[in-house]
Structures are given as C-alpha cells and as structure tokens.
C-alpha cells in the first residue's frame, strides 16, 4: 500500500495496459472466464428460488414498478454496458437523487447515504444481505462483468476521476471485489480506489476464491452495505 501511495502523489501510472495483459497471462484469463461462467450458471440455477422470493416481494411493495433496476455504468477500458440489480428504491429514485446529492455521507465521487429515503423495506433487507446484487449473474454471463473485480462506476463518478483513479477501469468490472469485504461502505472512496488498485496488481485464482468465499461470508455476517 506504501508504492501505491507514491504513485498516486507523483502522478506516476502504477498500472498500464500492457502490464495488465502480462500480469493476466492465458492461463489466469481462460481460469477467470470459466470460474465466472461457471460460478454465474451455478448462482442462477441454485438461486431462482430466490430470485422468485425477491421479485414477488418487491412487486407486493411498490406493484408499479419493475423487479429489475437497470444503469448504465462503466466497464474495461471504459466501454459503457447495462448492470442489472434487484430495484431495492422507489420508481422515481433517480429524480429524486439531485435533491439529496449534498447529504452524500462517503467522501469522492460515489454517493451513499446510510438512511437513504429512497430505499423500500424490502430493499433494505436485500441491500443488507447483498441480495439486490445478484442478477449481476446474467452481466457476468455476457462478460460484461467478472464475478471478482473494481465495481463498475457511474459515468458521472467516472468524469471526476484523476488519472491516477481511471487505472480501476483497466480490467473488467466485478460483481464483488477486495474493497467489498474490506468493510465496504466503512471505507471512503480513496481507500476504495487504493484496494482496487492494490487487487489489479496482485490478482491470480487464489486470490479471486478467497475474495469469493469472504464475499460469502459477508452475504451471511453483512459487513456495513447499505
């Protein structure tokens, strides 16, 4: 964490593309791509009775609205994809983000709010067990994601990123990832960017399990989502 630090106060890239294809090599990307295949299919399979369970929930809520959320957010090298989510707010939560934009409670360009009005009762449940997140499955499936990498961004958080900051959209957006069980919404947007930063540069299998399996853990023992 130390030589990233430097990085980031010389203005030094501490990443490129091409170290990314050389750190990658062909066993880590064919192992990667079939893990996430095979992890999305498995989810999808075994958690339908779930995803029944969610979406009649929402519906019984708020009948009007659609069960999915779909966003347009920023993926590898900045192309622009659709990322799905359990809808977890109102229908008209995105008109309603200018009006609370000034009570963000995490620092940098993301927004968070811990008691965020726009949240219904069955989104905050499946927010705090990370539930909301799991049609990301289907975004993995088409490759637009990874079951482990950088959270993908928003376009309005990605037109304030620095140089330095952009370096998170050199690999492939994650459903989960090393700022997530590192105590997700405890952690500031800096941090976020320094653990994503610090997964590109060590990321092999190994890693992408045990960040899977503490992810697992997190579903069941929810570490601060919200």
């Known amino acids: 964490m130390e030589q990233l ?18 750190a ?14 095979v992890g999305a299919l498995l989810g999808i399979i075994f958690l339908l009775w779930l995803f029944i369970i969610v979406a009649i929930a929402i519906k019984i809520e708020d009948p009007k609205g659609p069960v999915f959320f779909k966003q347009k957010r920023i993926g590898k090298n900045g192309r622009e994809f659709n990322m799905y989510k359990f809808r977890s707010m ?21 927004f968070k709010m811990k008691r965020d009005p ?17 049609p990301q499955l289907w975004n993995v499936l088409k490759g637009e994601m990874s079951l ?3 959270r993908p961004p928003l376009h309005r958080e990605v037109v304030q990123y620095t140089p330095y ?6 690999v492939t957006p994650g459903c989960t990832g090393l700022w997530q069980v590192s105590g997700r919404n405890d952690v500031g947007f800096e941090e976020m960017v ?18 899977i399996l503490r992810t697992i853990k997190c579903m069941i023992f929810p570490n601060s989502a919200y």
């Open 5 to 22: 630090q430097q990085n980031k106060d010389t203005g030094e890239a501490l990443v490129s593309k091409k170290n990314i294809a050389v």
């Open 194 to 211: 320094e653990l994503d930063l610090e997964y590109i540069t060590k990321r092999t299998i190994m890693f992408d399990i045990s960040i």
């Open 148 to 150: 482990v990498g950088p």
């Open 90 to 110: 109102v229908s008209n939560a995105e008109e309603l983000l200018e009006a609370l934009l000034d009570k963000n409670e995490v620092s940098g360009a993301m």
């Open 165 to 170: 900051q952009k370096q998170r959209l050199l």
């Open 118 to 134: 726009r949240v219904t009762r069955i989104g905050a449940f499946i927010r705090s067990k990370s539930i909301d997140e799991l």
């Open 24 to 37: 990658e090599g062909r066993f880590y990307t064919i192992a990667k791509r079939l893990i996430d295949v």
